[in-house]
């Protein structure tokens, strides 16, 4: 990729003349973590003189902005700076904790909802989340019980009534407010 091709081969380039029965592993694993596009790896020592280093780069989930420099969120959960504008990723406003985005976004991938519809998520200090889509569409969700919401969101959204609707409010207790 145009990320860090180079600087991942560097890291690793000093190892190429180094004797294969006493490289360590650990070594090698050492220098790849510190690359924040790196999802996961692999190594293999096919003796008595190759190495082969297989590498899988994270996958980009959303956008975010910290400090007035845009990011990308990895499916790793690291911070990679953007450089160029790849893909229509959704941004996400708000200080955001990395680990409840991933926490979100597997609830997303396992309910009926498209994560691919999503235009912006709002991220609040008291762990909540708002969700606008491509089409306009505001989803206020809870702090608590996710995955049913997004069950009553499926549901809503699916109803050929409700196709008027541009706001839908999950935050209360047994209590659905939709707007249109």
């Given at each position: 990729?145009?990320?860090?091709?180079?600087?991942i081969?560097?890291?690793?380039?000093?190892?190429?003349?180094?004797?294969?029965?006493?490289?360590?592993?650990?070594?090698?694993?050492e220098?790849?973590?510190?690359?924040?596009?790196?999802?996961?790896?692999?190594?293999?020592?096919?003796?008595?003189?190759?190495?082969?280093?297989?590498?899988?780069?994270?996958?980009f989930?959303?956008?975010?902005?910290?400090?007035?420099?845009?990011?990308?969120?990895?499916?790793?959960?690291?911070l990679?700076?953007?450089?160029?504008?790849?893909?229509?990723?959704?941004?996400?406003?708000?200080?955001?904790?990395?680990?409840?985005?991933l926490?979100?976004?597997?609830?997303?991938?396992?309910?009926?909802?498209?994560?691919?519809?999503?235009?912006?998520?709002?991220?609040?200090?008291?762990?909540?989340?708002?969700?606008?889509?491509?089409?306009?569409?505001?989803?206020?969700?809870?702090?608590?019980?996710?995955?049913?919401?997004?069950?009553?969101?499926?549901?809503?959204?699916?109803?050929?009534?409700?196709?008027?609707?541009?706001?839908?409010?999950?935050?209360?207790?047994?209590?659905?407010?939709?707007?249109g």
């Open positions: 990729s145009e990320f860090d091709d180079k600087k081969i560097e890291s690793i380039s000093n190892l190429q003349n180094q004797n294969l029965f006493t490289l360590k592993k650990s070594e090698i694993k220098k790849l973590s510190r690359h924040k596009i790196i999802e996961d790896f692999y190594i293999f020592k096919n003796y008595p003189s190759n190495l082969i280093v297989k590498v899988e780069k994270t996958k989930l959303a956008v975010t902005q910290k400090n007035g420099s845009k990011y990308y969120i990895g499916s790793n959960g690291n990679i700076k953007v450089k160029n504008d790849l893909a229509q990723l959704p941004f996400i406003f708000g200080d955001i904790n990395i680990i409840e985005f926490k979100l976004k597997n609830l997303i991938d396992v309910s009926s909802f498209n994560f691919n519809e999503i235009k912006n998520l709002y991220y609040f200090k008291s762990k909540r989340w708002d969700i606008e889509t491509k089409n306009g569409l505001l989803v206020k969700l809870p702090q608590n019980n996710l995955s049913k919401s997004f069950e009553i969101l499926s549901y809503i959204i699916n109803d050929e009534n409700l196709n008027d609707i541009y706001n839908i409010d999950l935050r209360q207790n047994n209590q659905i407010i939709l707007n």
